[in-house]
């Protein structure tokens, strides 16, 4: 069993900053791929960015250029770097280990 927490959420204004960590228990992080999702109020969840075993990135079109996903095999934890915030940000976030393990997300809020 894995356990995945997350940190690092909070209340920022629009186009401020924040990075979220999430630290990964057990020796099979550098194996999976990991990933960031949000579900704001009402809404789907959806996916944010995600970090293969290898290091390629992917992210959802409404974050590339203001978000960065990055991984620390020697830390078991994964970063979502978030700049340029926007009120449309805001939502519950969350990391997986390969889709098959989750955390119980952190609130991101944006708002002046």
């Known amino acids: 069993q894995v356990q995945l927490v997350e940190s690092g959420g909070g209340l920022v204004q629009p186009g401020g900053s924040l990075r979220l960590s999430c630290a990964a228990s057990?020796?099979?992080?550098?194996?999976?791929?990991m990933a960031w999702y949000r579900q704001a109020p009402g809404k789907q969840r959806e996916l944010v960015a995600e970090v293969s075993s290898g290091g390629s990135t992917v992210y959802a079109d409404s974050v590339k250029g203001r978000f960065t996903i990055s991984r620390d095999n020697a830390k078991n934890t994964v970063y979502l770097q978030m700049n340029n915030l926007k009120p449309e940000d805001t939502a519950v976030y969350s990391c997986?280990?390969?889709?098959?393990?989750w955390g119980q997300g952190t609130q991101v809020t944006v708002s002046s």
């Open positions: 997986t280990q390969a889709g098959r393990y």
């Open positions: 057990g020796s099979t992080f550098r194996l999976y791929f």
